[in-house]
Structure formats: structure tokens, C-alpha cells
């Protein structure tokens, strides 16, 4: 958990003064003012306002576009009322300003240029430096301007996800090549994941140093992974992004798809909130991560087009079962598909201020 020493260093640093918020609080394992609430890919597709910004702009344009950024990533704030705004951002951001030949194909996902299979290709891959930083940053000092007491979610790929695009070549279904790496090759896995956990620490560093209020380490990709191998091949390396955090006084949150049977070696990686997809249920979350960490999630993206009765039931639920956490942060099990219902939203944040944290 994120200590009061670390709130007052963080303080001294002249960081907003967000310690009430309800977002913070339920990271810290405090009783919040009410539950907070924010949903994964809140500013997106879903909203027809972001869609009318995004119509002749490319992802990674917006993403490194401080105007666009700053207004997208307050689209679901104004009309939500949501507890978090989160830097609009993507996965491959930090890759992409560092150098690395990445784009973001529509309909496919991440493409990189020249996949990652050799030592030789990892040490061509260039180091992320802060300055390449500055169209987030930048961004995020506009948004600090803008948000009032909302805090501000800072944003990466963890090291296994980033590793998987690179390795690849792109998504990929079966992970083949990168789960061959890691065994046939691990000196180049090695050299590999150290390279992106210091790219992945240096890209959320800068957001905290430009005034973020938290973060959350993001690992798309690790469910397809053993315990074992979790532990062997992926764990020192998010480790090594989240405890290069320690001390700065912000609430590291960490979160992966189908990571049920990885929730308690998430838990020793670093974070303060562990991030829970929907097919766990909190309590059950809290029992594996020791009882020691406050737990995000974790409605089912679905269930948001089910009918208002059935989504009322499945949130009821979630809140009590978070209630046997430390703390609760509640969101979705995963994104916000691109098909819901924003009114839906609306009325979900609504309902789960209604409730007792």
C-alpha cells in the first residue's frame, strides 16, 4: 500500500493535494467518501464524441497530439462522472517515440516492422529517453489544468506484453514464437525484458514527475501463461517497473486479461491494487492476492448490454464481494466494448456511488 510517508514525499514535490479522493483512498486500503469507479477504455470508441475527433486522425497521432489527448481523455469525465480520468495512451506509445518501426493498423492491432528474434535485434531496439516523452507530458500538464480534484491514471504496457507485439510481429493468438524464445533463447529473452521493463519505467517515471495521481501497469497478454512461467519469465521484469515507483507516493495499480491463476504472483510484483478481470470474483481475488491489496474490477464488459435489472444485480454483487478487500476500486473485468451504450455507463456510476464502499 502506498504509505502516508510516501503521500507527504509526494507532497514536498508539489503533486495536487487529491488525499480524500475516493480513488485514492480505496488504494490506500482507506474508507473512501464513496466507492470509486472508472472503467478501462472509458475514453474510446464507445463515446460518438471521440469518434467525431478521431475521424482523419490516427492513433498514435492522437495519442501524441496534446490537445487531442487532453480532450479525449475528458470526454468520459464530463459526461460520466467517473471517479479517474486515464491519459488516453496505447500500448506501443512508448516504443514508438523511442524509435521502434510500430504502427497501429486499424482492425489489426500493433504491426511491427521488424520483429524481435535475435540478440543482435534487441540491442538495435533504442532506449526510451524522458525528453521523447514530451507530448505526453505535455498532455498531462494540460489535463492537471483541467480535471479539478479528479485524479489522473498514468499508463504502460508491461514488459510481457510489449515483449509479445515485438517478438511476433503483431497480435497473435498462440504466443508461439514468444513462449519459444523465452525457453530456446533466454539470454536474448533476458537482454529483451530488461530493455522494455527500463522502457516501461522510464515512460510511466515521466508521468508521475509531470503530476499523475496513479498508474496503472498494464499486461494484456500475460494469461496465456503458466504460474511457472509468470514467475520465471515475466515477474522480475513488472516487478522491476512497479518498485522502481516506490517512494513517489502514487497508487500502482496492475492489471492483466485472464490472470486468475496469476493473481498471487501479481500481487508480490509491486502494485497496491491489483487489477481483477470478471472471471474471478472479488472476494475469491482477495483470498490469492493474501488480503494484503485493495482490488480493481471487475464487471463483465457484456453484461452492459444486458437489461438494467441484470446489470443492477451483477454490480450489487461485485460491491459485495469487494467489501472482503482491503479497498475497492470498481471497474470492469476489461475495456469498455466499442458497441456500449454510453447512457449505460452513465447510469452504472450512478448506481455504484449509490452503494456503501
Same mark, same amino acid.
Given at each position: 500500500?502506498?504509505?502516508?510517508?510516501?503521500?507527504?514525499?509526494?507532497?514536498?514535490?508539489?503533486?495536487?493535494?487529491?488525499?480524500?479522493?475516493?480513488?485514492?483512498?480505496?488504494?490506500?486500503?482507506?474508507?473512501?467518501?464513496?466507492?470509486? @469507479?472508472?472503467?478501462?477504455?472509458?475514453?474510446?470508441?464507445?463515446?460518438?464524441?471521440?469518434?467525431?475527433?478521431? =475521424?482523419?486522425?490516427?492513433?498514435?497521432? *492522437?495519442?501524441?497530439?496534446?490537445?487531442?489527448?487532453?480532450?479525449? =481523455?475528458?470526454?468520459?469525465?464530463?459526461?460520466?462522472? @467517473?471517479?479517474?480520468?486515464?491519459?488516453?495512451?496505447?500500448?506501443?506509445?512508448?516504443?514508438?517515440?523511442?524509435?521502434?518501426?510500430?504502427?497501429?493498423?486499424?482492425?489489426?492491432?500493433?504491426? $511491427?516492422?521488424?520483429? $524481435?528474434?535475435?540478440? *543482435?535485434?534487441?540491442?538495435?531496439?533504442?532506449?526510451?529517453?524522458?525528453?521523447?516523452? %514530451?507530448?505526453?507530458?505535455?498532455?498531462?500538464?494540460?489535463?492537471?489544468?483541467?480535471?479539478?480534484?479528479?485524479?489522473?491514471?498514468?499508463?504502460? &504496457?508491461?514488459? #510481457?506484453?510489449?515483449?509479445?507485439?515485438?517478438?511476433?510481429?503483431?497480435?497473435? +493468438?498462440?504466443?508461439?514464437?514468444?513462449?519459444?524464445?523465452?525457453?530456446?533463447?533466454?539470454?536474448?529473452?533476458?537482454?529483451?525484458?530488461?530493455?522494455?521493463?527500463?522502457?516501461?519505467?522510464? #515512460?510511466?517515471? *515521466?508521468?508521475?514527475?509531470?503530476?499523475?495521481?496513479?498508474?496503472?501497469? #498494464?499486461?494484456?497478454?500475460?494469461? /496465456?501463461?503458466?504460474?511457472?512461467?509468470?514467475?520465471?519469465?515475466?515477474?522480475?521484469?513488472?516487478?522491476?517497473?512497479?518498485? &522502481?515507483?516506490?517512494?513517489?507516493?502514487?497508487?500502482?495499480?496492475?492489471?492483466?486479461?485472464?490472470?486468475?491463476?496469476?493473481?498471487?504472483?501479481? %500481487?508480490?510484483?509491486?502494485?497496491? $491494487? $491489483?487489477?481483477?478481470?470478471?472471471?474471478?470474483?472479488?472476494?475469491?481475488?482477495?483470498?490469492?492476492?493474501? &488480503?494484503?491489496?485493495?482490488?480493481?474490477?471487475?464487471?463483465?464488459?457484456?453484461?452492459?448490454?444486458?437489461?438494467? %435489472?441484470?446489470?443492477?444485480?451483477?454490480?450489487?454483487?461485485?460491491? *459485495?464481494?469487494?467489501? +472482503?478487500?482491503?479497498?475497492?476500486?470498481?471497474?470492469?473485468?476489461?475495456? /469498455?466494448?466499442?458497441?456500449?451504450?454510453?447512457?449505460?455507463?452513465?447510469?452504472?456510476?450512478?448506481?455504484?456511488?449509490?452503494?456503501?464502499?
Amino acid at each position: 500500500m502506498v504509505s502516508n510517508s510516501a503521500t507527504a514525499d509526494s507532497a514536498l514535490l508539489g503533486r495536487r493535494d487529491l488525499h480524500a479522493a475516493p480513488l485514492l483512498a480505496a488504494a490506500r486500503g482507506d474508507t473512501p467518501a464513496h466507492l470509486p @469507479v472508472w472503467f478501462m477504455r472509458q475514453a474510446g470508441r464507445s463515446l460518438p464524441e471521440y469518434r467525431a475527433l478521431r =475521424t482523419d486522425t490516427g492513433m498514435l497521432q *492522437a495519442c501524441l497530439t496534446p490537445d487531442l489527448t487532453c480532450e479525449i =481523455t475528458l470526454q468520459p469525465v464530463r459526461r460520466h462522472g @467517473v471517479d479517474a480520468a486515464i491519459l488516453f495512451s496505447d500500448i506501443v506509445v512508448p516504443l514508438h517515440v523511442a524509435g521502434v518501426g510500430v504502427d497501429i493498423v486499424p482492425g489489426t492491432g500493433p504491426v $511491427v516492422a521488424h520483429p $524481435v528474434r535475435t540478440l *543482435a535485434d534487441v540491442e538495435r531496439l533504442p532506449p526510451l529517453h524522458v525528453e521523447q516523452v %514530451a507530448p505526453v507530458t505535455d498532455a498531462i500538464a494540460q489535463l492537471l489544468r483541467e480535471l479539478g480534484d479528479t485524479p489522473l491514471i498514468g499508463f504502460a &504496457g508491461a514488459p #510481457f506484453t510489449l515483449a509479445s507485439y515485438l517478438v511476433e510481429g503483431g497480435p497473435s +493468438r498462440n504466443h508461439e514464437r514468444t513462449k519459444a524464445l523465452m525457453r530456446s533463447a533466454p539470454d536474448v529473452w533476458r537482454a529483451l525484458m530488461e530493455r522494455l521493463a527500463d522502457t516501461a519505467a522510464v #515512460f510511466l517515471r *515521466a508521468q508521475v514527475d509531470a503530476g499523475v495521481d496513479a498508474v496503472q501497469l #498494464f499486461d494484456s497478454w500475460a494469461g /496465456v501463461l503458466s504460474e511457472r512461467d509468470y514467475r520465471q519469465y515475466v515477474l522480475p521484469y513488472s516487478s522491476r517497473v512497479l518498485q &522502481g515507483l516506490d517512494g513517489v507516493g502514487v497508487p500502482r495499480i496492475h492489471f492483466g486479461v485472464g490472470t486468475g491463476e496469476l493473481l498471487g504472483a501479481m %500481487a508480490e510484483a509491486g502494485a497496491d $491494487v $491489483v487489477g481483477v478481470d470478471w472471471r474471478v470474483p472479488l472476494d475469491e481475488a482477495a483470498r490469492r492476492t493474501g &488480503g494484503t491489496h485493495a482490488v480493481q474490477g471487475n464487471l463483465d464488459p457484456a453484461v452492459l448490454f444486458a437489461d438494467r %435489472a441484470s446489470i443492477e444485480a451483477e454490480v450489487r454483487r461485485i460491491v *459485495a464481494e469487494g467489501r +472482503r478487500a482491503p479497498g475497492h476500486v470498481f471497474n470492469l473485468g476489461h475495456g /469498455v466494448l466499442p458497441e456500449t451504450d454510453p447512457d449505460v455507463l452513465t447510469r452504472l456510476v450512478e448506481l455504484v456511488h449509490s452503494l456503501a464502499p
